[in-house]
């Protein structure tokens, strides 16, 4: 019992810290970049942020999965005569879909943080034309990501709560 509290904790707040964060780096970093006043040091303030977030990110994947996996193993559905019970229920149907999205979400991830991000930096003082287009992509990832997490927790609650969509 006290295994599955303290992975539910960890779970709870992991999801709580990554999609706070990437709602706060839009409604609060965002904005403040965009301040005429900052324009000097526009791209390094971005880039000093999304390099702490991305680190604090892969710590958060991590406990996610293992908190997860976690929780599944303390309520007994990874043992063999469970396992196929529950990813044939409508619940594990809902699991394997959150699941899904999550690496979704991770691969995403690693997009955007590792190739069309850094290219934004690297083009932004040398090539205007791939420096826009870079940097319209890693909005539409940093977007998407977005989106894809609060699907990722609305299937958490759900599941949580025994509600299936099928």
């Keep these: 019992m006290w295994v599955?509290?303290?992975c539910l904790v960890f779970h709870i707040l992991s999801a709580m810290i990554w999609v706070g964060g990437m709602i706060f780096y839009v409604i609060v970093v965002?904005?403040?970049i965009r301040n005429p006043s900052l324009k000097d040091q526009k791209l390094t303030l971005l880039?000093?942020?999304a390099?702490?977030?991305?680190?604090?990110?892969?710590?958060?994947?991590?406990?996610?999965i293992t908190s997860g996996f976690g929780m599944l193993f303390t309520?007994?559905?990874?043992?063999?005569?469970?396992?196929?019970?529950?990813?044939?229920?409508?619940?594990?149907?809902?699991?394997?879909?959150?699941?899904?999205?999550?690496?979704?979400?991770?691969?995403?991830?690693?997009y955007h943080d590792f190739v069309s991000g850094p290219k934004t930096f690297v083009y932004a003082e040398r090539d205007t034309v791939q420096y826009e287009r870079y940097r319209k992509r890693s909005g539409f990832f940093g977007r998407f990501?977005?989106?894809?997490?609060?699907?990722i927790t609305i299937f958490g609650i759900l599941v949580s709560r025994g509600i299936s969509i099928f």
């Design 145 to 151: 990501n977005l989106l894809l997490s609060l699907g």
């Design 47 to 49: 880039q000093l942020t």
């Design 30 to 32: 965002m904005p403040v």
């Design 75 to 110: 309520k007994g559905y990874l043992l063999d005569g469970q396992l196929r019970l529950f990813f044939s229920s409508n619940i594990g149907y809902m699991f394997i879909l959150k699941i899904g999205f999550f690496l979704i979400l991770f691969l995403s991830s690693l």
């Design 51 to 64: 390099l702490q977030f991305r680190s604090i990110s892969y710590i958060l994947f991590f406990l996610l």
């Design 4 to 6: 599955y509290l303290i």
